[in-house]
């Protein structure tokens, strides 16, 4: 006997939008790695990450209460904690300017959460295509 998996429509279309959002962010990051851009700066202020994050606000409510939910909440939330970290580490890097470290903490904190962006993203992308939500945060 063969098993039929039927998909709904909606889910699939659902599905195609957020590897678009997942190229979209991996785009921006891709811009800041071999551009002019840091990888952290363009994955926050580059037109692909911002239009990956309006798309994800639309999709949202396509994808309520199913395993996509969990994809659309790992991108906003990827998106969200990268900027408020970003700016927590230039608060702290800009007075130690004067001490001389943040010279250095300001590029090494901004290559870290770029490090971390990379990984959240090819982490989502991947599982998104093998079908699978992501853990719950």
Same mark, same amino acid.
Do not use: C
């Given at each position: 006997?063969?098993?039929?998996?039927?998909?709904?429509?909606?889910?699939?279309?659902?599905?195609?939008?957020?590897?678009?959002?997942?190229?979209?962010?991996?785009?921006?990051?891709?811009?800041?790695?071999?551009? $002019?851009?840091? &990888?952290?700066?363009?994955? %926050?202020?580059?037109?692909?990450?911002?239009?990956? /994050?309006?798309?994800? #606000?639309?999709?949202?409510?396509?994808?309520?209460?199913?395993?996509?939910?969990?994809?659309?909440?790992?991108?906003?939330?990827?998106?969200?904690?990268?900027?408020?970290?970003?700016?927590?580490?230039?608060?702290?890097?800009?007075?130690?300017? $004067?001490?001389? &470290?943040?010279?250095?903490? %300001?590029?090494?904190?901004?290559?870290?959460?770029? /490090?971390?962006?990379? #990984?959240?993203?090819?982490?989502?992308?991947?599982?998104?295509?093998?079908?699978?939500?992501?853990?719950?945060?």
């Amino acid at each position: 006997m063969n098993d039929v998996i039927i998909q709904d429509d909606g889910l699939n279309s659902s599905t195609r939008m957020l590897h678009i959002i997942y190229g979209l962010h991996a785009l921006g990051l891709g811009l800041g790695a071999f551009g $002019a851009a840091t &990888v952290l700066g363009s994955f %926050l202020f580059g037109w692909p990450s911002i239009i990956a /994050v309006v798309l994800s #606000y639309i999709e949202r409510s396509k994808v309520e209460n199913t395993w996509l939910s969990s994809h659309i909440d790992w991108v906003i939330r990827t998106f969200w904690i990268a900027l408020i970290w970003s700016l927590v580490v230039l608060v702290v890097s800009i007075p130690l300017m $004067a001490l001389l &470290v943040g010279f250095a903490t %300001l590029p090494l904190g901004m290559f870290l959460l770029g /490090v971390w962006a990379i #990984y959240r993203i090819a982490r989502g992308w991947l599982r998104l295509k093998d079908g699978q939500p992501m853990p719950a945060e």
